[in-house]
């Protein structure tokens, strides 16, 4: 079954300092899509950045990027020059195919991430 | 540009109430939707997800039931709540036909009591 495995419950950081937040994923798909998303504390998830299995080059969205190691089944988010508000909840999530034609997603457990000043 | 709404933000029931949540989707055709349900301090567990009109998938049935009365409306309803419904509910949609990504409403915060 596939899985996804975020082992960090909470990690601090230095405003304007780089952090790594880790993820694994089990899987016996050939393809598959790796996310993160962070959830404020208003509770809205937001989508944050996309890896394809395919996709050769790690994924950049400004000051976010997706280090991803297929061998090692890893999708760790890499956020720099972390600001205060990046203080939030942030989950990884995979993509799996279903029977009907669309994809369902699961989803980590979270990791809590607190910026200090 | 596509929009999803969700509500009402905020609900507080007695145990036993009835439950409807409502969510939309503007500025697309056809998307896929999802419903899931988070748990205070938990991750994400997918109840339902559709893929058309009236095509409902279940992951979780329990006493909850959803809906799809139109392309871009997804209902999730429940009979009789338990203490064990708190929790905040996110609605999604990704493009139908496979689209990858998932993009979230604002999201319902429940609290039975």
């Known amino acids: 079954a596939q899985k996804i495995t975020q082992t960090q419950p909470g990690m601090f950081v230095q405003e304007k300092e780089a952090v790594t937040l880790d993820c694994t994923y089990d899987?016996?798909?050939?393809?598959?899509?790796l996310f993160w998303y962070k959830q404020p504390s208003s509770g809205e998830m937001i989508f944050l950045i996309y890896q394809g299995s395919y996709d050769e080059q790690n994924a950049t969205e400004g000051r976010y990027s997706l280090n991803f190691q297929k061998a090692r089944k890893s999708a760790n988010l890499v956020i720099s020059a972390s600001q205060l508000g990046d203080s939030a909840m942030y989950f990884c999530a995979m993509r799996e195919d279903t029977t009907s034609g669309t994809y369902k997603y699961i989803f980590g457990t979270g990791t809590r991430l607190k910026v200090l000043a | 540009s596509q929009t999803i709404h969700q509500w009402p933000a905020t609900l507080v029931q007695p145990v036993g109430s009835p439950l409807s949540l409502e969510c939309t989707v503007e500025?697309?055709?056809?998307?896929?939707l999802y419903w899931y349900r988070q748990a205070a301090g938990r991750g994400l567990q997918l109840l339902f997800y559709s893929v058309g009109i009236g095509q409902i998938s279940s992951e979780v049935p329990q006493n909850l039931s959803a809906s799809r009365p139109q392309d871009r409306q997804f209902i999730l309803s429940s009979k009789k709540l338990l203490l064990s419904d708190s929790g905040f509910y996110h609605c999604a949609w990704s493009v139908g036909g496979g689209g990858d990504t998932q993009y979230f409403g604002p999201g319902t915060r429940l609290t039975v009591l």
């Open positions: 899987t016996s798909d050939q393809s598959y899509g």
């Open positions: 500025g697309t055709s056809n998307p896929n």
